[in-house]
């Protein structure tokens, strides 16, 4: 079982950028699917970006293509998700997230077997 750490999170101001990290540890990275999803106050959850195992696929959501940019290193466990030119409407919760199980990425929560407790971002105007 996989146990993920996300970091990276902040308060900011419009227009800056984050780079979030989310860390696995206790299974073996490169066998999983990753993705990021967001929460925001009074919102359900909702995918972000995801990357296949081998790196060479990646899949966002509309509203952040362009602006988001997800990355992984299997030698170091980690998943990345660089946000650039931030909005105010970014304001959230991010989570990372483990499919262990998928064949390409997807972007149903319960398609995610392992998730981290998040890292806050909040996006001031």
């Known amino acids: 079982q996989v146990q993920l750490v996300e970091s990276g999170g902040g308060l900011v101001q419009a227009g800056d950028s984050l780079r979030l990290s989310c860390v696995a540890s206790?299974?073996?990275?490169?066998?999983?699917?990753m993705g990021w999803f967001r929460q925001a106050p009074g919102k359900e959850r909702e995918f972000v970006a995801g990357?296949?195992?081998?790196?060479?696929?990646?899949l966002y959501a509309d509203s952040v293509k362009g602006r988001f940019i997800i990355s992984r290193d299997d030698a170091k466990n980690t998943v990345y998700l660089q946000i650039n030119s931030l909005k105010p409407e970014d304001t959230a919760v991010y989570y990372c997230?483990?499919?262990?199980?998928?064949?390409?990425?997807?972007?149903?929560?319960?398609?995610?077997?392992?998730w981290g407790r998040g890292t806050q971002v909040t996006v001031s105007s």
């Open positions: 997230a483990a499919d262990q199980y998928g064949f390409t990425v997807n972007t149903g929560v319960r398609r995610y077997d392992y």
């Open positions: 206790g299974g073996t990275f490169s066998r999983y699917i």
């Open positions: 990357i296949t195992r081998s790196g060479s696929r990646t």
